[in-house]
């Protein structure tokens, strides 16, 4: 993606099923469990890069003893910073005495981040500034061990306000509303009603304080906390927590929206956001990683007993298209040959903007994300250009072998015409000084194209347009093509996203901007404030009773129409070459990704009742002049 666009953030979780000296014994390591947690993190890079943390969890420790450690990080390298510290701690603890490194029960007493229990967390600053307090896991905190609540997740609510509201008429003093706070201290809630009728249930049957303690660990009913916790939830989640004794869950939204995998064996149990870092961790083929249903939870408790368990009744499976556009890796199964099929959806459309021009029609691509989608839309040239060469030939009577070979040698002009420059900083604030830098972020292989050529390039998707129009489409003139083509493997981005993408804000999408500026060309622009009008009769109402109206803005006009006017917008003063914008088809999108149907961004139509109040609030701040978020 050219655009620069908020990441969803990403979880990994590890529980180690066996006693430490199990792992050292086999794999001559008491840090199995902290190496593979490494891994998870790292290979979910993509997901995260503002910010990371991790946790831990020591079972069965003595009174006096440290059991939970957390180290956060929003330094540049945020996961090499968290295990680079880990490191250090150890080799400092263990100095010149390696035999330490399998002493299982010295390390316990004595190391942070030996324990069994492991919680990781990729962070994307969506909200509340790329601070430290401001990344997860988040910690509730509690003198009794199954009273400490850990937290972390790939979420976000739409109904923040109405969570926290709850939390006031519970008689709590939340100290901030944002959606991690409230989702915490709704559990936390839970889990110390639970803590107390377990206690006086415990004390009648009698039990000692102390003895009460741990058979309270025993008989906590995680996932009947969270089934009370998440009644009123409204959003994409995948929540992850970890209490003090060392009970476990990872509960994924009722709508399938977040991605969450699990993968478990007599050794270990693993959960991630993608599917592809836990076969890579743990050395596993596709069939061995398993899908959480939407609506579950996975458990584990402290005994290392697991369970899937329904917490909410599924809805409409609407997991997030964009996983497979963007945000997931591209080394899973599916994905790639999703991304494949993406790029060669849109060969019909290219042929049309060429008119059928394919020898002087130059491919590539926009560095580094959108590479996949080349790779299917060169396969669909391939298969033009095949279907071209069997027409000259049947047409032929009596070919010479020279003409054969002539025909044949003929296929795509493929070029690798864009290179990023990923190391340039443009540090300077002034605004002239800075848009020139922006402009070098990519740089062009000279030579590769003619003055008779189309250029056509594929870009993951369109969103802002800002960079194609700052430094792309300036970059690509140079190589003087008479035509640019810039195709996006997705849709046109009309909507905001509310659950967990942070895309927020109407007027930063260059598809809602065309449609304004259409319908200001066709004097249809009362159509503006009859909407505003419309979802401002809409706030008091109940989320189940809301509509998106904001659909009528885009109602009077053809996706084409749309994308001709983007095409305007985004041509930089000065570019020579006739440019083209082409997108996706949804149609052909689902068909291309056809596990998972959530195409919100796109068509509007959101799968919880909460994104329509979110998406005509976001309408109605952009004519109120108004920039905050919209959730």
């Known amino acids: 993606m050219s655009d620069p666009i908020k990441h969803e953030c990403g979880i990994a979780f590890v529980r180690l099923r066996k006693p430490l000296e199990y792992y050292v014994d086999k794999y001559g390591t008491a840090f ?17 890069q503002d910010g990371a943390g991790l946790a831990n969890i020591k ?10 450690s957390r180290y956060r990080s929003v330094e540049t390298n945020s996961i090499g910073d968290i295990f680079g510290k880990v490191q250090k701690r150890i080799a400092e603890g263990v100095g010149s005495d390696h035999e330490k490194l399998k002493d299982v029960s010295w390390l316990k007493q004595n190391l942070p981040f030996t324990g069994e229990v492991y919680l990781g967390h990729l962070r994307y600053g969506t909200y509340g500034g790329n601070t430290i307090e401001a990344c997860h896991p988040f910690l509730r905190q509690n003198n009794w061990p199954t009273r400490n609540l850990i937290v972390a997740g790939n979420f976000n609510m739409t109904n ?21 706070i409230t989702i915490m201290e709704k559990i936390g809630h839970f889990l110390d009603e639970a803590n107390d009728d377990l206690y006086y249930q415990l004390k009648d049957e009698g039990y000692t304080k102390k003895q009460a303690t741990e058979e309270i660990s025993k008989r906590l009913d995680v996932a009947d906390i969270l089934r009370r916790a998440s009644k009123k939830w409204d959003g994409g989640y995948t929540i992850a927590g970890m209490m003090g004794h060392g009970d476990a869950f990872v509960l994924r939204d009722p709508a399938g929206i977040r991605p969450t995998f699990y993968y478990y064996d007599d050794e270990i149990v693993v959960v991630a956001s993608e599917r592809p870092v836990i076969q890579t961790a743990m050395n596993l083929p596709t069939d061995a990683v398993q899908e959480l249903p939407p609506g579950a939870t996975i458990v584990v408790k402290k005994a290392g007993d697991v369970s899937i368990e329904q917490i909410k009744q599924p809805l409409t499976y609407n997991a997030c298209s964009f996983e497979r556009i963007y945000f997931s890796r591209g080394n899973d199964k599916d994905i790639y040959n999703e991304r494949i099929e993406l790029g060669r959806r849109l060969i019909p459309k290219i042929l049309d903007k060429v008119e059928g021009d394919v020898e002087n029609t130059v491919l ?26 069997f027409q000259k030939i049947q047409g032929l009577k009596n070919p010479t072998p020279e003409v054969l070979q002539e025909i044949l040698k003929t296929r795509p002009r493929v070029e690798k015409v864009a290179w990023k420059d990923v190391k340039l900083r443009t540090f300077i604030t002034e605004d002239s000084s800075r848009d020139d830098l922006v402009s ?41 093509p008479k035509h640019i083509v810039i195709a996006s493997s997705a849709p046109q981005i009309r909507y905001p996203d509310c659950y967990g993408i942070d895309m927020a804000r109407m007027g930063n999408f260059v598809a809602f901007r065309a449609a304004v500026e259409l319908l200001k060309d066709r004097g249809q622009e009362g159509l503006i404030q009859e909407v505003y009008e419309k979802c401002k009769a809409q706030e008091q109402m109940a989320d189940t009773e809301v509509q998106n109206f904001v659909k009528d803005i885009y109602e009077p006009f053809t996706a084409q129409e749309i994308s001709d006017k983007i095409a305007e917008i985004l041509t930089p ?59």
């Not at 069965?60 to 003893?65: A, K, R, S, V, Y």
């Not at 590769?448 to 003139?477: A, W, Y």
């Not at 997108?583 to 509007?604: R, T």
Request: aromatic residues 10%.
């Open 573 to 631: 003063e000065g570019v020579k070459a006739r440019v083209s914008i082409i997108y996706q088809d949804i149609e052909d999108l689902h068909e291309s990704c056809p596990s998972n149907p959530g195409d919100w961004y796109f068509s509007g139509n959101y799968p919880t009742p909460g994104g329509n109040r979110v998406v005509n609030r976001s309408f109605i701040y952009y004519v109120e002049g108004r920039t905050e978020r919209a959730y």
């Open 440 to 480: 070098h972020v990519y740089d062009i292989t000279h030579g590769t194209v003619t003055s008779n050529d189309h250029l056509v390039v594929i870009d993951d998707s369109i969103v802002r347009g800002t960079t194609l129009r700052q430094s792309i489409l300036k970059i690509f003139d140079r190589l003087g």
């Open 160 to 180: 923040v306000d109405e969570l926290f509201e709850e939390l006031v008429e519970l008689g709590q003093h939340p100290k901030e509303k944002a959606d991690t």
């Open 59 to 68: 079972l069965n420790t003595e009174p006096g003893t440290r059991y939970i």
């Open 32 to 48: 199995y469990g902290l190496n593979k947690m490494y891994l998870l993190m790292e290979k979910q890079r993509n997901r995260g």
């Open 364 to 389: 590539s691509f926009i560095p580094n994300t959108a590479e996949v989608s080349f790779y299917g839309m060169v396969k669909g040239m391939e298969d033009h250009f095949n279907t071209l060469k």
